[in-house]
Structures are given as structure tokens and as C-alpha cells.
């Protein structure tokens, strides 16, 4: 199939075209996103093949669709960047990843949380400057602190494994509970009394519009004070003016994201040299106890071969005019 592949970095083109010898499509890469700009670059490709930012609203869609794209590929586990409604609409198919090595986002979950308690960044550049003292640098024992998992899906799972290994205990929260996360020692709760119990709080969660801004000045007050807040999930999860509100008055009291609401303007980039219009990610990075890193937590080698793989699977199962086990279909 002719496959037009948008925000294309060289680790992509790499392993999609390792990938594609067992497939043989027709991978054309572009650099550029795709969204209303753009894609007219798509004119006479069977499909599209595109990454989390990509924006394929409604209008993107009605290009794409006009000019003869009837497959939507994503190379990611989130589809909350399509109008899934105008994609049917549109008689349009959308097939998505929906598993790759979940120990990428969950192990980087847990750095993220060591990090922030252990001050690993701080410690780094200090005793490069000949700087030994360790003021700043008190941290606490994971062992015996309640962790709450919001999702407790395949990287959800995974997560609170990791975290029994510390000695924590792990309460969790799901719309539709997962029957191995009670065989691992760990308890689901309501989720007001996940707020109200967890020393760190780890999003897993994917964005809907019943997810959006689940975390907010609402949930936040019923933390604990100073709990430790980890968003690897999808930023539209947090309401980020409530968070900064919450990190000035000391409520919350660690921030760790891989993600953004609004990083379709910054996060894959480099803007080393520009200057940054978002204020409200400006404010993120002045306090001393955030670490914003820009949507890495995928980026390990065993994800992205799995990635390509199925993703090219994906694209011949609906070429072969075979059942598609990735395909997204509309809820009814
Ligand atoms: P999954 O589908 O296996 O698990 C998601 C879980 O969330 C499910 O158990 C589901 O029931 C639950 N859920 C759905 N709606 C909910 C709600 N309203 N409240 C509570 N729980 C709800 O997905 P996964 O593979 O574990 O991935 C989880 C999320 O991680 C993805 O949706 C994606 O947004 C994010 N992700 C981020 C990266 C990254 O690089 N940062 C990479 C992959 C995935």
C-alpha cells in the first residue's frame, strides 16, 4: 500500500523500514506533522501513517479523504488526536498500537519518581561542579508509602508491580477493573480514596472527554499534602494552572511529566533556540521540585521495533481485507 508516513524523526524511518521487508508498502516519509496544512501532501496515498501530535480533526480528515486516503495508521497506543465520528463518517478505517512494550512506560514512570525523590538531576550537575554537600538533596524511603495507579491497564499493570518491588503499597482505581491487578497484591478504591490515600499519585489512564482534567482544583484538594504527582499518560489529564496553583501553595510536592496538554507546539523539537510562548509550561520548569521531560517515556528500543512491526501489520491486515485485531472502532 502507498503510505504516507508524517513526523517522521531518522529512529523512525530506521526501524519502519527494518520493519517493512516482510511487508514491502510503498513508505514515503515526511518530517512534517500532519494537520490542515499539510495534508494535501497525502494527495493519492491509500493511507496515512502518523505519530501523537498529528492532528486529524474533522477537516484534515475531509482533505485526506477527498484526495483518496481511506487508512488512518497510528504509530501510538492513544488515539484521542482523531475525530474518530468523522473518520466514519468519512468511510475512512483507523488502526492504532494498541500494545507495545509496556515496561517502557512504566520503567520510565519509576524514574521519574526516584529522580524527583533522590534528586539524581541536582546531585549530577552539583558534583560537577565540585559541589559535595547534600542540603536539598534529603529525599525519603519508598518502602511503606501508598502509591494510587489511575488505569490499570497493560502499562498501569506493570507499574504497580515495579513499585510492590520498593515494599509499597499500591491502591488503584479503574473504570473497568483488570482481574491481574488484584493477583498482585494491590487493591482497588474508590477513586476519591485514591486521592485521599496516596503518597504518589501515577496516571495511566488514556485522555477522553470523561478523562480530561481528572486531575483538577477539585481532585487536587483531596490529596494528601506534599504527594507526588507522575503524568506519563496524556497531558489534557491535568489541568496544569490548578497543579502550578497547587505547587505554589506547597500541596502538591513533586511534579514529574512526560506529557503536556498543549506539547503539540513544543514536545519532538528542538526549540533550543527559540523563545517559548507558553507561559504556563514556563512556570513549570522554575520550580525546583518539576521535571518535565518532552513524551520520551515510549522511546526505548524494544517499543519502537514493536511499534514499526505491528503497525506495518496493521496496514496489511487492511489491505489483505482481513479482520484487524488494532482496528479503533466508534463506541456505540
Ligand atoms: P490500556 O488500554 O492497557 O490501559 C488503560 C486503562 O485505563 C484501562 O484499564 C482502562 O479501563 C482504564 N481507563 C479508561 N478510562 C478510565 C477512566 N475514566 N478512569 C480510570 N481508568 C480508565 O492502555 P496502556 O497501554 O496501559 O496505556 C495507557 C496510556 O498511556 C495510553 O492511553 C496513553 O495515553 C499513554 N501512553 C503514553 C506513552 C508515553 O510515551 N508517554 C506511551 C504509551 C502510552
Request: charge should be negative; include cysteine; aromatic fraction near 10%.
Given at each position: 500500500?502507498?503510505?504516507?508516513v508524517?513526523s ?5 524511518r ?9 511487508h514491502e508498502?510503498?513508505l ?29 480533526d474533522q477537516?484534515?480528515?475531509?482533505i ?6 481511506k487508512?488512518v ?24 498500537v494498541s500494545?507495545?512494550?509496556?515496561y ?5 514512570a519509576?524514574g521519574l519518581?526516584l ?12 558534583v560537577?561542579e565540585?559541589n559535595f554537600a ?14 494510587g495507579v489511575i488505569?490499570?491497564g497493560k502499562?498501569g499493570?506493570?507499574?504497580?508491580q515495579?513499585m510492590?518491588?520498593f515494599?509499597?503499597?499500591v ?8 482481574p ?32 480530561h ?10 490529596m494528601k499534602?506534599?504527594v507526588?504527582?507522575?503524568n506519563?499518560?496524556?497531558?489534557g ?11 505554589k501553595?506547597q ?20 526549540l533550543?533556540?527559540?523563545?517559548i510562548?507558553?507561559?504556563l ?15 520520551q ?5 524494544e517499543?519502537l ?6 503497525t ?7 489491505q ?8 479503533v472502532?466508534?463506541p456505540k
Amino acid at each position: 500500500m502507498k503510505v504516507a508516513v508524517f513526523s517522521t524523526k531518522p529512529y523512525d524511518r530506521q526501524v519502519l523500514e527494518v520493519a517493512n521487508y516482510d511487508h514491502e508498502h510503498d513508505l514515503v516519509f515526511f518530517e512534517v506533522p500532519l494537520n490542515r496544512k499539510t495534508a494535501r501532501l497525502a494527495t493519492g496515498f491509500s493511507a496515512v501513517c502518523v505519530f501523537v501530535n498529528d492532528q486529524l480533526d474533522q477537516v484534515t480528515l475531509g482533505i485526506l479523504a477527498s484526495h483518496g486516503t481511506k487508512l488512518v495508521a497510528l504509530r501510538c497506543t492513544g488515539f484521542n488526536n482523531v475525530d474518530l465520528k468523522a473518520a466514519t463518517s468519512l468511510g475512512m478505517t483507523v488502526v492504532r498500537v494498541s500494545a507495545y512494550s509496556p515496561y517502557s512506560v512504566a520503567e520510565f514512570a519509576v524514574g521519574l519518581i526516584l529522580t524527583l525523590n533522590r534528586r539524581f538531576h541536582k546531585a549530577y550537575n552539583r558534583v560537577r561542579e565540585g559541589n559535595f554537600a547534600l542540603e536539598g538533596l534529603l529525599g525519603f524511603d519508598l518502602r511503606g508509602k501508598t502509591v494510587g495507579v489511575i488505569g490499570t491497564g497493560k502499562i498501569g499493570l506493570i507499574f504497580a508491580q515495579l513499585m510492590q518491588g520498593f515494599g509499597c503499597k499500591v491502591v488503584g482505581y479503574d473504570l473497568y477493573p483488570n482481574p491481574n491487578f488484584e493477583t498482585v497484591a494491590a487493591k482497588y478504591v474508590p477513586l476519591s480514596e485514591l486521592f485521599a490515600q496516596s503518597d504518589i499519585i501515577s496516571l495511566h489512564c488514556p485522555l477522553t472527554p470523561e478523562t480530561h482534567y481528572l486531575v483538577n482544583q477539585a481532585a487536587i484538594a483531596q490529596m494528601k499534602r506534599g504527594v507526588m504527582l507522575i503524568n506519563t499518560s496524556r497531558g489534557g489529564l491535568i489541568d496544569t494552572q490548578a497543579v502550578i496553583d497547587a505547587l505554589k501553595s506547597q500541596k502538591i510536592g513533586a511534579l514529574g511529566l512526560d506529557v503536556y496538554e498543549q506539547e503539540s507546539d513544543l514536545f519532538f523539537e528542538d526549540l533550543s533556540n527559540e523563545i517559548i510562548q507558553d507561559d504556563l509550561f514556563e512556570r513549570l520548569l522554575t520550580f525546583p521540585n518539576v521535571i518535565v521531560t518532552g513524551h520520551q517515556a515510549f522511546f526505548t528500543a524494544e517499543a519502537l521495533r514493536d511499534i514499526a512491526e505491528t503497525t506495518l501489520e496493521n496496514i496489511t491486515d487492511i489491505q489483505a481485507g482481513r479482520d484487524c485485531p488494532n482496528q479503533v472502532v466508534l463506541p456505540k
